[in-house]
Nanobody, 124 residues
Framework: QVHLVETGGGLVQAGGSLRLSCAAS????????MGWFRQAPGKEREFVAA????????DYADSVKGRFTISRDNAKSTLYLSMNALKPEDTAIYYC?????????????????WGQGTQVTVSS
């Protein structure tokens, strides 16, 4: 199991930017695909972005493609999500997750470890 802690959330105006970080403990970070998910009030958790264990392969939800960038630093055991051109509909709790596999996935069931989440609020 990997222990994950997200930071970097906050309140930002529409059109602004934020960068989320997810610090991982444990020696298996570099051998796991990672992902970001989000959950807005009254809605189900949804996939945002995923990255393979090497960082060479990424995937994005259509709603964030071209605005968000997922990246990782295996030497620091840290995952990032750079968010630009934020919209009010991006408001949600954002969760970092560690996969049980090396290859990226969109399916929450493939992720065995989850962080506590960080709130992102985008005002109009």
């Amino acid at each position: 199991q990997v222990h994950l802690v997200e930071t970097g959330g906050g309140l930002v105006q529409a059109g602004g930017s934020l960068r989320l970080s997810c610090a991982a403990s444990g020696r298996t970070f570099s051998s796991r695909a990672m992902g970001w998910f989000r959950q807005a009030p009254g809605k189900e958790r949804e996939f945002v972005a995923a990255i393979s264990e090497s960082g060479a392969d990424t995937d994005y939800a259509d709603s964030v493609k071209g605005r968000f960038t997922i990246s990782r630093d295996n030497a620091k055991s840290t995952l990032y999500l750079s968010m630009n051109a934020l919209k009010p509909e991006d408001t949600a709790i954002y969760y970092c997750a560690a996969s049980n596999h090396r290859l990226r996935s969109r399916h929450a069931g493939d992720f065995g470890s989850w962080g506590q989440g960080t709130q992102v609020t985008v005002s109009s």
